[in-house]
């Protein structure tokens, strides 16, 4: 799934993983993970998260192949915000063409959705600290306020998900992503 932050990714990403029991990967959610567990992989990816650019990638690459590498994606999956540029598309064809047994993707979707809606969505969203489940305080807002309705941990506020790193994270989709 390709598209905008804030276009609708993610939460499209977890109901089509649900539905076809295939695994959602989400790279920002695999970053935030690293972030939090504070690993090399987290400390390389920090400043790029934190500035609303892209993380290297080298970086970004590396760590998607690993997780490819994995059991849980045999039967399919869903990539959520990779690739997020002409390097890692690329990367992908070759990942996928190296894979045993050969792999290729169905579908590629591009979720579309304008800018002024984005920027309400994401100044309204909250995720969820443990599983990423996203609400929006306004439109899907949880059962219990500020409690995760799948897993019951606390939600917060996304880092990047301020005012001027959400325009620095629009521009770089423009520029980097959207070619
Ligand atoms: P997301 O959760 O998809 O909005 O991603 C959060 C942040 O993680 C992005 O703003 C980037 O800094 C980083 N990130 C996620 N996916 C990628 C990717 N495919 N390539 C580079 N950086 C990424």
């Keep these: 799934l390709l598209g905008a932050p ?21 790279t920002g959610e695999l970053f935030r993970s690293h972030l939090a567990n504070q690993t090399e992989l987290g400390r390389l990816a920090s400043a790029s998260m934190a500035a609303g ?9 590396a760590m998607i192949a690993d997780r490819l590498d994995r059991p849980d994606v ?28 050969g792999r290729c993707l169905d579908q590629a979707i591009v979720v579309k959705c304008p800018d002024c809606l984005i920027i309400d969505r994401l100044r309204s969203r909250r995720v969820c600290s443990s599983c990423g489940r996203s ?24 880092a990047d998900d301020q005012p001027d790193i959400i325009a620095a994270r629009l521009a770089t989709y423009r520029e980097q992503t959207a070619p």
């Excluded at 915000?81 to 890692?88: E, H, S």
């Excluded at 609400?135 to 996304?158: H, K, Q």
């Design 135 to 158: 609400f929006n305080m306004v439109t899907r807002p949880p059962r219990e306020p500020g409690i995760c309705d799948a897993c019951s941990s606390p939600l917060i506020r996304r």
């Design 6 to 26: 804030g276009a609708g990714k993610g939460t499209i990403a977890q109901q089509l993983g649900s539905r076809y029991r295939v695994p959602w990967i989400s």
């Design 53 to 61: 650019g892209l993380v290297p990638d080298d970086v970004t690459c």
């Design 74 to 101: 045999r039967q399919g999956f869903i990539l959520d915000g990779f690739p997020r540029t002409c390097v890692q598309a690329d990367a992908l064809t070759g990942l996928l063409a190296a894979s045993s047994p």
